[in-house]
């Protein structure tokens, strides 16, 4: 899958802002995938056993290997070249092919010589697994459900401290403390999670509104906002301006704002709370500062880890955390800037900011555009929050909520939970048995489907689909059946009204509306390596596809599945698309019997654009459509073609040229 691009590809050292440098390590043990940690210069550069807590993490968090930071890490250096995947690559982990680093010794001073090669693994891990009991007859912790109490039992340091621009960094290194935002703490990856959007349908509700032109604010909604203007451009200590900002947001969003103080005394600027036993449960929660920069935080940063605070540390609100993901705006201002947020609580805490920054000032003598924007986002909250609301009050009194005790609840995976098959146009329900990614923003899923036959099937979330190429394929035996592509809420008239009112953005830059893709599952040996026969296959592929009009785009090894009979079929259509047939390419790594039918094809394509109707329409593309290029944030660290880069068109002789790096 291409989320899985980061931790199998090869990566350099590189010295980001933050000096990190990135080294690929594997876990001994069998199937165990080449990974990338990330580490500070000075971690990189002090004894091996400094690094035993950040590894024991590792384990914890991505091979469901119970490790404990107390248990006895060793560390190796290959003694030979390990491409890739190590598995993949054939190699078998023996003591003649290993050499032990001594704890006392740094990482930089066995690996250094080396890190410069992409295609190396430079570090082999081993751990001591640690003895386990699972308690009250409880069943084994699965890792997202680990992960959730990991989260619950490390509150870290209060809002107010460690959204410090000093703090943040080391909030942001530990997965325990740190919010999924898109910040990258001190030796960790950027902290990137799947859209707020896919966990709870009210985020997606309140985005739609903000998308669609039909959304029109009314004449109370924009002369309760225009109060707000009025009063934002005065200079007050922060507890003056909350005094007046507050009663002025609880006019525009139609609710009653409170102040709740939490077991560690930490107290939110404001909430908007529904009464569950008498206990408040909060579904807004909102953090002012009287100008930006005030105090070293960022207001959004806090508002963030206000949020985590509020909803784990007071067990007061056990029942409805156990309930659901605990979907959560959230409201930043600093001065005369205003943010919407959206944050949900899954096995770590994920916030999104949801609008820009907004500039809440008549700064001009025209700037009725500026008041009329701001009134319809907070027009759209304060629908979204009376439908948040109803929700809570909704499942607090469900007795048919699953129970929380494992990795399968569903607080854990996205919302939609049916689609409408293509084939029979018959509504599938289906449930989430595990993400098939070990990484953080992994989108893609392994389901069970509700029907009789309770058939396994593929999930996947994506703003980009190649559904006519994935389809073209298929109906050859080359990729798996394709059950479902449309909206998260199988609405599709929705969606396209949506697309119309975004606009044509640059091609590479897909800016849409998420989109559900379901297909088969391909079940497949328990190891298998991809050999001459099936690098012949892929090549009878591209020999039907680039013909046809059509391009792949991602030919990578993790994208080319074998089935039981040994079968190869292609997966991972995002890129996939038509190409410009009067385009030729430069170079000659198209073969030349392949090139010669595109020829034609390009030539018949030519001769309909000369008629004015009639041809075989299907065969030759319509002139205007778009064709498939890379997105702005293609992976620059693989090795692709030299002509490939971020936006620029997917030709055929790209997929040829992946095509010869298989082997």
């Known amino acids: ?70 248990s006895k890490l060793k560390f190796y250096k290959p003694e030979r070249t390990i491409v890739e995947d190590p598995c993949e690559a054939g190699f078998t982990w023996t003591g003649k092919e290993l050499k032990q680093i001594p704890p006392s010794r740094s990482l930089s001073f066995y690996i250094s010589d080396i890190v410069e090669n992409q295609d190396l693994i430079h570090l082999v891990v081993s751990a001591q697994p640690a003895e386990t009991c699972p308690k009250d007859d409880v069943p084994s912790e699965l890792p997202a459900f680990r992960r959730y109490k990991q989260v619950l039992e490390t ?174 705006f959230l409201i930043a201002g600093a001065g005369p800037w205003f943010t919407i947020m959206g944050g949900v609580f899954t096995d770590k805490v994920i916030v999104q900011r949801l609008t820009d920054m907004m500039w809440l000032v008549e700064s001009s003598t025209e700037e009725a555009n500026r008041v009329y924007n701001a009134a319809r986002v907070f027009s759209a909250l304060r629908i979204s929050l009376g439908e948040l609301k109803k929700y809570y009050e909704d499942i607090a009194t469900n007795d048919n909520v699953q129970p929380l005790v494992d990795s399968s609840h569903p607080r854990f995976f996205p919302y939609p939970t049916c689609y409408t098959d293509r084939l029979t146009s018959e509504k599938v329900d289906f449930s989430y048995v595990k993400p098939l990614e070990d990484s953080d923003h992994c989108v893609t899923f392994l389901v069970k489907t509700a029907e ?85 296959q892929v090549e009878e592929i591209l020999r039907l596809l680039h013909p046809a009009g059509y391009v792949f785009g991602d030919l990578r ?45 390009a030539a018949k394509a030519n001769a309909y654009d000369r008629r004015s109707g009639g041809g075989d329409r299907e065969a030759v593309p319509a002139t205007e459509e778009r064709y498939a290029h890379y997105p702005y944030n293609i992976n620059s660290t693989i090795k692709w073609h030299t002509d490939v880069g971020p936006m620029k068109p997917i030709r055929p002789e790209h997929d040829w040229f992946m095509l010869g790096k298989f082997l």
């Open 1 to 70: 899958m291409a989320d899985r691009q980061l931790r199998s590809a090869g990566k350099p050292v590189e010295v980001f802002p933050q000096d990190v440098i990135s080294v690929n390590w594997s876990f001994m043990q069998d199937n165990s995938p080449a990974e990338i940690v990330h580490l500070s210069r000075s971690e990189f550069t002090k004894s091996i056993s400094n690094l035993r807590t950040l590894f024991a993490q590792e384990l914890l968090q991505k091979f469901d290997f119970e490790a404990k930071t107390s």
């Open 155 to 328: 509150p870290g340091k209060s809002p107010s401290q460690a959204a410090k621009s000093t703090e943040y960094p080391k909030t942001q290194a530990k997965f325990v403390t740190a919010i999924h935002d898109g910040r990258q703490g001190n030796g960790a990856p950027c902290r990137i999670a799947p859209s707020v959007e896919l966990y709870h349908f009210i985020f997606r509700r309140f985005l739609s509104r903000l998308r669609d032109p039909s959304h029109q604010p009314s004449k109370s909604d924009v002369l309760k906002v225009r109060e707000l203007f009025n009063y934002t451009p005065r200079f007050a200590d922060e507890s003056t301006r909350n005094e007046t900002v507050l009663p002025i947001l609880a006019k525009i969003l139609g609710c009653s704002l409170d102040k709740v103080k939490n077991p560690d005394t930490m107290t939110p600027d404001g909430i908007y709370a529904v009464n569950v036993e008498n206990v408040p449960v909060p579904f807004l929660i909102i953090e002012l500062e009287s100008e930006l920069g005030d105090g070293g935080s960022d207001p959004s940063t806090q508002a963030g880890l206000s949020m985590k605070c509020t909803w784990i540390q007071d067990d007061s609100r056990k029942l409805i955390r156990e309930r659901c993901c605990c979907p959560t």
């Open 452 to 536: 009789i036959s309770r058939e396994f099937a593929v999930v996947k979330f994506v703003s980009r689909y190649g559904a006519d190429v994935h389809d073209f394929l298929a109906q050859k035996g080359h990729a798996p059946r394709l059950r479902y592509h449309g909206s998260l809420d199988d609405d599709e008239a929705a969606d396209d009204a949506l697309e119309r009112g975004m606009g044509q953005p640059p091609d590479g830059l897909f800016v849409g509306p998420l989109k559900m893709v379901v297909m088969d599952y391909v079940e497949t040996p328990k190891t298998v390596k991809l050999s001459q026969p099936h690098r012949k």
């Open 557 to 601: 090894a993790q994208n080319v599945l074998c089935d039981i009979q040994d079968k190869v079929k292609l997966i991972d259509f995002n890129w996939a698309g038509r190409y410009n047939l009067g385009a030729r390419d430069k170079g000659t790594i198209v073969p030349e019997d392949v090139q010669q039918q595109i020829d034609e094809l």
